[in-house]
């Protein structure tokens, strides 16, 4: 018997989409209560606030989250430092963290790739799936800004043979694991704060350093 779904009234993360079907309507009934919720408590917070709040948040949902896949699943997570495949693809992030990460390259705090800057500025996600680029914060194969990398790196994770990352012409191939607390606060954000039409980190950023958001 195929599985009902429930029909959802806020655009689900990919990491969402990609398991819900698996889950029974009674699991899903409870993830959108669950969106529903996180979206009234970041809607209490804005700018910088919304974003340090909300990073707090779905760290603790991604470490318990891990926590329970390892258990479940007994695989291991591939990824280790100094491994910066998945940085080579396009970040989606909200006005919040491109406020935020704005608000540290002006004070000093922390700084980018300034010729990859102007190289990916005007760069939808489109455009990043067919012509892989470097984070502009990507320095040494390693995060410049792990204390400020967006929601989306923080919830990113591989499990299996790392060698399936793939950096070229294709897109990244990995298995993933259902990180399902973390990707519920995640939504939660996208309806607190919608995404913008493009909202791929360089243009954010660079909305953000010029306060056209």
């Given at each position: 018997m195929e599985m009902e779904i429930v029909e959802f009234d806020v655009e689900l993360s990919h990491g969402l989409i990609k398991h819900i079907h698996k889950l029974p309507q009674a699991i899903q009934v409870k993830i959108l209560k669950n969106i529903k919720l996180w979206a009234e408590r970041l809607k209490k917070f804005k700018g910088k606030k919304r974003a340090k709040y909300f990073y707090t948040q779905i760290d603790q949902a991604v470490s318990d989250d891990l926590a329970s896949f390892k258990i479940k699943e007994n695989l291991p997570i591939s990824c280790k430092k100094g491994c910066s495949h998945c940085c080579h693809m396009n970040i989606d992030v909200f006005k919040d963290e491109a406020t935020l990460l704005a608000g540290k390259?002006?004070?000093?705090?922390?700084?980018?790739?300034?010729?990859?800057?102007d190289a990916q500025k005007n760069?939808?996600?489109?455009?990043f799936q067919n012509n892989p680029k470097p984070c502009i914060f990507l320095k040494d194969s390693q995060c410049s800004i792990y204390k400020y990398r967006p929601a989306t790196c923080r919830k990113y994770f591989v499990v299996g043979d790392p060698n399936d990352c793939i950096i070229g012409d294709k897109?990244?191939?990995?298995?993933?694991?259902?990180?399902?607390?973390?990707?519920?606060i995640y939504t939660g954000?996208?309806?607190?704060?919608?995404?913008?039409a493009n909202s791929s980190l360089p243009y954010?950023?660079?909305?953000?350093?010029q306060k056209r958001i």
């Open positions: 390259i002006k004070s000093g705090e922390i700084s980018y790739n300034k010729a990859e800057f760069m939808s996600a489109a455009d897109p990244i191939i990995v298995a993933n694991p259902a990180l399902y607390n973390a990707e519920i954000m996208s309806r607190a704060s919608p995404f913008h954010m950023l660079d909305q953000a350093l």
